[in-house]
């Protein structure tokens, strides 16, 4: 079990992603995953040495962030992959299937929700979500740009609960 930190939308913002960071890890994020429009190098450098998965946005470019993300020792899983986390022994299933991808490409969506994830990551819309479409439950963090409020989630995989964090307090 494990809790991981949801970031996305910083548009290469490097001040407010490393405070988004550093909150996350501070509260127990093990991971981090950061689901896109990353904006800069500048973002992907505050994720070097710290277990994280990163997809692409509209706004990145996505061949040369992803190089220098596999340079970083980041694991670039564009435009879309499943993540499976154990959950905890006893809830019926063995593990937590996750989809993570931006957002922007429907196709990508429906393809996660086709594969029946548990749970859909997706950022884009700069807007904090938590609901269920069908069985699964989709959440966005929020943005940490161009947002009125700058948020990261953090999700514990044991218990199934989600914090938004307002990182500029």
């Given amino acids: 079990m494990e809790r991981i930190g949801v970031i996305s939308d910083t548009h290469g ?8 960071i550093d909150v996350l890890l501070s509260r127990g994020a093990t991971r981090i995953i950061h689901l896109g429009d990353v904006g800069s190098e500048d973002v992907l450098d505050l994720l070097a040495g710290i277990p994280s998965i990163v997809v692409f946005g509209n706004c990145d470019d996505d061949r040369g962030l992803a190089r220098y993300a596999g340079f970083l020792g980041i694991e670039v899983a564009h435009p879309a992959t499943i993540v499976e986390l154990k959950r905890p022994p006893g809830s019926g299933q063995p593990t937590l299937r996750v989809g993570i ?15 029946k994830v548990d749970i859909l990551l997706h ?9 269920l479409v ?20 953090l999700f514990d ?12 307090r």
């Fill in 123 to 131: 950022g884009h819309t700069h807007a904090i979500r938590n609901d």
């Fill in 134 to 153: 069908g069985p699964t439950r989709v959440m966005n963090p929020g943005a940490l740009h161009r947002a009125p409020q700058h948020t990261a989630l």
């Fill in 157 to 168: 995989t044991a218990t199934l609960e989600a914090e938004w964090i307002d990182v500029d």
């Fill in 101 to 115: 991808t931006h957002g922007h490409l429907e196709r990508e969506v429906d393809r996660l929700f086709a594969e």
């Fill in 13 to 20: 913002r490097r001040e407010r992603a490393q405070r988004a």
